[in-house]
């Protein structure tokens, strides 16, 4: 019964996910220069991103294990994971001005989870196309030229981890913006996000050891876009294999119990 | 059958004073003074099923809180709020689908496409069937008479067919109750009696419950046989709409036009003068005195033209008000 209930549910939510994503590709349709303008915009920034690559290769440096094809791949993840998170960043931004404005209101009363509602109703196709077309470009590539094996267990565990990095992404980048229910501006908090964010954008073999404990186990950000890549290569131990699942888990119930706490303190706009 | 029940409702908001200019905000930077506003002190009544009641006050009074209390968007800092078996703060979604709440000066609907679609969005939300949906769509459209406008983007509408629009999304799901801040804010007078007559024939339809607020006496007038004020967060009157009157002292409006100037002196012996307009002179009386003083005037007078009104609805509502103020 339980269970019956659970998938029914499930398949409202995917189902109300599924309008969503359309509902924004029309809006976005609407104004075809700020659509192609986006999809440029991540172009650009992609490419500052490929510029590392290719310095990394005319330069042939080797970073501990990895060779520029590992590198190639890592960066490529970091390409399609910033493709994904940019789907549904504009929620997050948009969530201080929610606060500020009221806007919540008229979402609370809705009989579905309000943070489904308010954190992935708009989602943004231009920079998630960019970003993730790239990413997988770059990772087909990198894997290709790298040697790795292409079987069953190394494809369905790659894809696995990405699930999990995606669903850690959400969590641990949501819950600096839930700030904004307590000090209502957000803009500071959001741009120290981005620049955590930043710190994928090579493997994390480059940073020191302390570096690296810190960003696998206290803000795991190495986990989102290494570990995909560490697995495949076969360097992943099973402890680490754990924490790679156990991370999103945890954080994932953290943010929800900081958004529970957050709405409670919600205290609405005048109007 | 009681539907909605709110016992010493109560909310309070903490704010931060803060002294005008830069200086103000730097020493804000370090040093913040916290004020407790109570925006709702101790709010009672209760509203029958298919009851459509007016929540009237001035700016600032407590009205859109209670609402938002009412309707689970804000938590009370105390007392008790029954709504048909439910707490709405605990914001349950079976309790989510009995209500719907519209707002003047919020919208729902999504701003670049076109009304229908956030219609088809809200039927998903509330899960409501095919069949069920096209017919409650077609239904209303055809009463609110937005039928040509189902495939313009609403950022295209007027302010008043978007109100016209957020009501229609607020009843794709037929809730049983209806709570409504200042649906014809900023709309003109045609706009407004057709949102008046819509709701007047929804209630009557559905006998779907209605709390509204409106600062418009018409919408009230022409809705709410109860009428429930609160000023500073209390409640100052929970009663029959045509009450209002013998409360403030059962006065009458007459409005004598002489074919001389008449001499203000000369009518203030029958009577308040409250305004002269040329010929024309507004008179207050008490109701029991009525046909006495007007068949003087007749008789001692050379009236022309004479007619008699109740004292405007606003005026005993504002001297609710002012009374409340001064006590």
């Known amino acids: ?271 | 059958m009681e539907i909605i029940k709110v016992e010493h409702l109560k909310k309070e908001f903490t704010y931060y004073k803060k002294a005008g200019g830069l200086k103000g905000s730097f020493q804000n930077l370090f040093h913040r003074e916290a004020l407790v506003k109570e925006a709702v002190k101790d709010v009672s009544f209760s509203v029958e099923k298919g009851e459509i009641i007016g929540l009237l006050g001035p700016n600032g009074a407590g009205k859109t809180t209670t609402l938002k209390m009412l309707s689970g968007i804000l938590y009370p800092t105390a007392g008790n709020v029954d709504i048909d078996g439910f707490v709405p703060w605990e914001r349950k979604n079976e309790f989510k689908r009995r209500f719907s709440i519209v707002m003047g000066q919020k919208n729902q609907l999504w701003w670049d496409l076109p009304a229908c679609d956030s219609f088809y969005l809200n039927k998903c939300i509330y899960d409501v069937d095919d069949m069920e949906y096209k017919k409650t769509v077609e239904e209303l459209a055809e009463l609110l008479d937005v039928k040509d406008l189902m495939n313009v983007q609403v950022r295209r509408l007027s302010l008043g067919e978007r109100m016209k629009m957020e009501i229609l999304a607020a009843l794709i799901h037929k809730p049983e109750i209806l709570f409504l801040d200042e649906p014809t804010i900023g709309l003109d007078i045609i706009s407004q009696q057709k949102i008046r007559d819509f709701l007047h024939f929804y209630n009557e339809q559905k006998k779907t419950t209605i709390i509204l607020t409106s600062h418009y006496m018409r919408d009230i007038e022409a809705l709410c046989s109860r009428a429930v004020i609160i000023n500073q967060g209390q409640l100052v009157y929970d009663g029959q709409l045509e009450d209002i009157n013998h409360l403030m002292g059962d006065k009458k409006l007459l409005t004598i036009k002489c074919n001389a100037n008449a001499d203000p002196e000369l009518l203030s012996a029958y009577g308040k003068v409250r305004e002269i307009k040329g010929s024309e002179v507004v008179l207050e009386v008490s109701k029991g005195k009525l046909k006495e003083t007007a068949s003087g005037i007749l008789a001692n007078l050379p009236v022309e033209d004479f007619n008699v009104t109740e004292v405007p609805l606003e005026e005993s509502i504002a001297l609710i008000f002012q009374k409340e103020v001064a006590s």
């Not at chain 1, 201080?96 to 309000?114: F, Q, T």
């Not at chain 1, 993730?132 to 079987?151: D, E, K, T």
Request: hydrophobic share 60%.
């Open chain 1, 1 to 271: 019964m339980r269970v019956n209930h659970f998938l029914k549910e499930m398949k409202r939510y995917l189902r109300l996910f599924g309008v969503f994503a359309k509902f924004s590709l029309m809006s976005q349709l609407e104004y075809r220069a700020n659509f192609v303008a986006g999809v440029a915009v991540e172009l650009g920034w992609m490419l500052i991103k490929l510029i590392y690559v290719a310095v990394v290769y005319r330069a042939g440096v080797n970073i501990g294990i990895l060779t520029p094809d590992h590198i190639m791949l890592f960066v490529g993840i970091y390409v399609m994971m910033t493709g994904f998170y940019m789907f549904y960043y504009p929620n997050f931004v948009s969530l201080s001005s929610l606060v500020r404005e009221g806007g919540l209101d008229l979402h609370i009363v809705k009989p579905v989870s309000l943070q489904f509602l308010v954190t992935l109703r708009q989602l943004d196709f231009g920079m998630f196309l960019a970003d993730f077309v790239a990413g997988v470009i770059m990772i087909v590539l990198g894997w290709q030229r790298a040697g790795l094996p292409v079987n069953f267990v190394s494809v369905v565990g790659f894809i696995f981890l990405i699930i999990c990095a995606n669903l850690l992404t959400y969590s641990m980048f949501l819950i600096p913006h839930l700030l904004c229910f307590w000090i209502v501006s957000t803009k500071g908090v959001a741009d120290l996000t981005a620049a955590l964010w930043d710190f994928n954008n090579m493997p994390q073999l480059i940073y020191g050891k302390w570096m690296q404990r810190i960003g696998t186990f206290i803000l795991p950000v190495f986990v989102i876009t290494n570990f995909p890549g560490l697995f495949v290569m076969g360097e992943l131990s099973a402890g680490m294999m754990v924490w790679a699942v156990a991370a999103p888990v945890l954080f994932f119930f953290i943010a929800r119990a900081v958004w529970k706490c957050a709405v409670r303190n919600y205290s609405s706009a005048s109007s």
